[in-house]
């Protein structure tokens, strides 16, 4: 397994010098048998993502420095296929999800579970996954959000760079037994969220990682 980060963000161009942010947080504390730590995750399992709702916090520079200066937009501009304006997309708040865990986690259900926060789905969900194996994932098992369309275009970014630096689409990754998918993706739509079966588990070398499909041909 390996560590988390995330806390820490530069942010250029929203503070002035000598200005800082201080950010809340919460301390937890849970019995250690009912931890999730991805050490039972095999090739076979399945896995599932809760749909995000956009940007959710992760990527505002990237996603400022294409919208407003690149594309020269306001934040009141509208963009097709998004609810509001550029500056309620880029404010829409993270989800927080709670409920999500708290009904999948009855029986047991996930093996492992990775929330997508900054360095996007391949910075983040290798890190509950043991060595040896690898999630092949299919992009084209979920609708992205728009507006990250719209970031992709007016910012110039790379496929590759795009994923490394958005959620995508994709707010938690649960890895399931196979035979649990279904059950676990009606469990996410009773907790509010939407839900799809974006991969599996096959085995592989070193460390984990993820491989990405198209069309069922592995992509390099």
């Known amino acids: 397994m390996r560590p988390g980060g995330g806390e820490t963000a530069e942010l250029p161009g929203l503070y002035a010098p000598g200005e800082y942010d201080l950010a809340g947080f919460c301390v937890g504390i849970l019995d250690r048998p009912k931890l999730v730590d991805g050490a039972s995750v095999r090739p076979g399992d399945a896995v599932v993502a809760v749909l995000s709702r956009g940007v959710h916090s992760n990527g505002l520079s990237l996603a400022q420095k294409a919208l407003l200066e690149r594309g020269g937009l306001g934040l ?46 391949p910075g983040n ?62 469990r996410v739509r009773g907790a509010g969220e939407a839900a799809a079966l974006i991969g599996e588990i096959v085995a592989g070398e070193g460390e984990a990682r993820v491989e990405w499909v198209d069309g069922g041909e592995v992509l390099a």
């Open 125 to 186: 969900l290798p890190r509950v996954l043991p060595e040896g194996t690898v999630a092949r994932l299919d992009r084209a098992a979920w609708q992205r959000p728009a507006i990250f369309g719209h970031i992709q275009r007016l910012g110039g970014v790379a496929e590759p760079e795009m994923y490394r630096t958005f959620n995508m689409g994709v707010g938690l990754v649960l890895v399931v037994p196979a035979d649990a998918a279904q059950d676990t993706m009606r």
């Open 76 to 121: 009141e501009a509208r963009l097709e296929g998004c609810e509001g304006d550029v500056g309620s997309e880029l404010l829409r708040p993270t989800a927080i999800y709670r409920d999500v865990v708290d009904a999948v986690m009855q029986d047991s259900l996930p093996k492992a579970m990775a929330h997508i926060t900054g360095g996007g789905i």
